[in-house]
């Protein structure tokens, strides 16, 4: 069984700074990849930054510059958030993915909220 527990979000000014951190229990590996999503209200969740088992990274547009994901293996996964903005408004959620064959199988913590706001 996998579990994901997020912490680190909070009230920040716009400006400021925020790093959530990720830890993994269970049957999660170096070569599985983890992940921020985030959720606005109203919004569809969509993927931050993700980061593989070989170190590589992906970020979405609107957080490039600011955002920075790291991990040490093969349990935990960090987002360090800089210059945050009202956009960023969220409930952030750390994802880890096992792939077997054909198989897809994506684990969700339980969020951590985020509000930028002055």
């Known amino acids: 069984q996998v579990q994901l527990v997020e912490s680190g979000g909070g009230l920040v000014q716009p400006g400021g700074s925020l790093r959530l951190s990720c830890a993994a229990s269970g049957s999660i590996f170096s070569n599985n990849p983890m992940g921020w999503y985030r959720q606005a209200p109203g919004k569809q969740r969509e993927l931050v930054a993700a980061?593989?088992?070989?170190?590589?990274t992906t970020y979405a547009d609107s957080v490039k510059g600011r955002f920075s994901i790291s991990r040490t293996f093969p349990k935990n996964v960090y987002l360090q958030m800089n210059s945050l903005k009202p956009e960023d408004t969220a409930v952030y959620y750390c994802?880890?993915?096992?792939?077997?064959?054909?198989?897809?199988?994506?684990?969700w913590g339980q969020g951590t909220q985020v509000t930028v706001s002055s």
């Open positions: 980061i593989t088992g070989g170190g590589s």
């Open positions: 994802n880890a993915r096992r792939i077997t064959g054909a198989t897809t199988i994506d684990y």
